[in-house]
């Protein structure tokens, strides 16, 4: 993700600085609809079915979902903020 953005933060367009990766739609949000196609599979009993299945889940690695942000950037889209553009 950070060479799709050039290594810039895509909030205030910073370069040369720490950055993180944001996604875009919610990662427990992915998780959820993940588990939702699973629903059969427990997760205490079949964790290590999780996973493999998760590695072939197409939205958990999906670098449009993602954009790149400075850690001031990325600390505004925290706690309810909506701050990030994109």
């Keep these: 993700m950070f060479t799709k953005d050039n290594y810039i933060c895509q909030d205030c367009g910073e370069r040369g600085i720490y950055l993180e990766a944001h996604h875009i739609k919610k990662f427990h949000k992915i998780q959820s609809e993940f588990l939702n196609l699973h629903f ?8 290590e079915k999780l996973i493999e ?3 072939l889940y197409p939205n958990f690695w999906d670098i449009n979902n993602g954009i790149t942000l400075c850690k001031e950037c990325h600390n505004k889209t925290k706690g309810g903020s909506k701050k990030c553009q994109n």
């Design 53 to 55: 299945l998760s590695k």
């Design 40 to 47: 059969s599979l427990c997760i205490d009993k079949n964790k």
